[in-house]
């Protein structure tokens, strides 16, 4: 007993339509990868999943709160040390815009300040920026220095990675042995070019 089957098999009717699906499929993928890099670049900058994504002992001596956001339901409240992101990816040569909110409540002027670095090979290490915070004595490059008592306003910067960079840090800071609370909120990495 022989049986035959026949199977119905989808057929491209001319090499044109292939093409056009290919090309169709290649832009889907090329956007999607785009956003997935730009949403990558900061976790959970909101800090609308707590503290998700941060990690630093300034987590001890504050935390996500609801009351006050700057933007949103939530922000984080630093009364001292700091809290960051490291390995934050992004390449080498081009530019990233930074921008927060920041309120400070009677924390002295300069006590409140946000910084970046970058890692890769040949990359030098230390902290990158135009403004000056001075911490123990010392002064360090920063993004964004603030203090004093101020509402929530917007800071933004855009800074050049160097060219072998491959990874972002970011630390929000307020300075320990000082009073007052700093709150940080919106926190965005974006490409600039």
Same mark, same amino acid.
């Given at each position: 007993m022989n049986t035959t089957y026949h199977i119905d098999a989808p057929s491209i009717s001319s090499p044109r339509r292939g093409t056009q699906f290919l090309i169709v499929l290649a832009a889907?993928?090329? /956007?999607? &990868? #785009?956003? /997935? #890099?730009a949403d $990558? /670049?900061?976790k959970n900058g909101g800090f609308e999943e707590g503290t998700s994504g941060w990690w630093g002992p300034g987590l001890?001596? =504050?935390g996500v709160v609801s009351d006050h956001a700057g933007a949103g339901a939530n922000c984080m409240n630093l009364s001292e040390g700091f809290i960051c992101q @490291?390995? %934050?990816p992004v390449e080498g040569g081009k530019s990233y815009k930074?921008?927060?909110?920041? %309120?400070?409540e009677s924390a +002295? $002027?300069?006590?409140?300040?946000?910084?970046?670095? *970058? %890692?890769?090979e040949g990359v030098k290490p230390g902290w990158y920026g135009t403004e000056v915070a001075s911490v123990e004595g010392r002064s360090e490059k920063a993004l964004f220095v603030t203090g004093g008592a101020q509402e929530w306003k917007e800071y933004s910067s855009v800074i050049d990675? +160097? &060219?072998?960079?491959?990874?972002?840090?970011?630390?929000l800071r307020k300075l320990g042995g000082t =009073?007052?609370?700093? #709150? *940080? @909120? @919106?926190v965005k990495i974006e490409p600039a070019n």
């Open positions: 889907a993928v090329i /956007l999607s &990868a #785009s956003l /997935l #890099s $990558e /670049l900061i001890k001596s =504050g @490291d390995k %934050r930074i921008s927060m909110k920041i %309120r400070s +002295p $002027e300069g006590s409140v300040y946000v910084q970046v670095s *970058f %890692r890769g990675a +160097p &060219a072998n960079a491959t990874e972002m840090l970011i630390y =009073g007052g609370v700093a #709150s *940080f @909120d @919106d």
